[in-house]
């Protein structure tokens, strides 16, 4: 099955500065990268995905690359706020199901 | 993007007692529902994977006598517990996705805590 992995597992950056998650994944079939912000005690809430016919995606401050070929997509957050803070949440799919990675934990210093 | 709602957002229960817990799509068709299961500090895990009319789809390790699933319209799934056990306590998740699209809409999940 789908392997996804996810660096940092913490990630501290002053508010205002850029933020990168990234993630790989072992199934070359896979064709379907969401990102998820989750808000303590809350659902986890899509931010942006990408599908593998696309190398870069962005929405605002929020850009998602995907090199297929390495198998590794990145997740950018550009001018941090402290709305930020949040886990996030990398995933994959390849055939009906999505492959989680293990979340990163961001915090925004004011 | 699309509204999933919970239901009830917290249950505390004895053990041994059953508990359901209601996943609805509020503004469109979900053809396949996904009932997940965070622990915290931890990432989401599938349980279970329903399509709306069929019998649920079980991950490895997950007692579906235990974690009875109905997804009996296109607009509601349930997750029942049954002789619910402290270590059932967890963040029940549940999150819908419409055919022939990608997206998963992850509802606001279920805090179960059993005594």
């Known amino acids: 099955g789908e392997n996804v992995e996810q660096h940092p597992s913490t990630l501290s950056v002053q508010e205002g500065d850029s933020a990168v998650i990234k993630c790989t994944y072992s199934?070359?079939?896979?064709?379907?990268f969401p990102w998820y912000k989750q808000e303590l005690g809350k659902g986890p809430q899509l931010i942006i995905d990408?599908?593998?016919?696309?190398g870069e995606k962005k929405d605002q401050r929020i850009a998602v690359t995907l090199n297929k070929t390495a198998k590794h997509f990145s997740l950018h957050i550009t001018e941090t706020q402290p709305e930020d803070s949040a886990v996030y949440f990398c995933?994959?799919?390849?055939?009906?199901?999505?492959?989680f990675g293990a979340g990163t934990t961001v915090t925004v210093r004011a | 993007g699309a509204v999933v709602s919970q239901h009830p957002s917290r249950v505390i229960c004895k053990s041994g007692t059953s508990v359901k817990i209601e996943c609805r799509s509020l503004?469109?068709?979900?053809?396949?529902m996904f009932w997940y299961r965070q622990f915290p500090k931890k990432s989401l895990m599938l349980m279970a994977t329903?399509?709306?009319?069929?019998?649920?789809?079980?991950e490895q390790g997950v007692e579906k006598d235990k974690f009875l699933i109905n997804h009996a319209s296109l607009t509601l799934s349930t997750l029942t517990v049954t002789s619910a056990h402290p270590e059932d306590s967890s963040f029940y998740i549940c999150?819908?996705?419409?055919?022939?699209?990608?997206?998963?809409?992850f509802g606001p999940g279920t805090r179960l805590t059993v005594l």
């Open positions: 995933a994959a799919r390849g055939d009906y199901k999505l492959s």
């Open positions: 199934d070359s079939a896979s064709n379907y």
């Open positions: 990408i599908r593998s016919n696309v």
């Open positions: 503004d469109f068709q979900a053809t396949t």
């Open positions: 329903s399509n709306e009319g069929s019998k649920a789809t079980y």
């Open positions: 999150s819908g996705g419409a055919g022939g699209r990608n997206e998963q809409f």
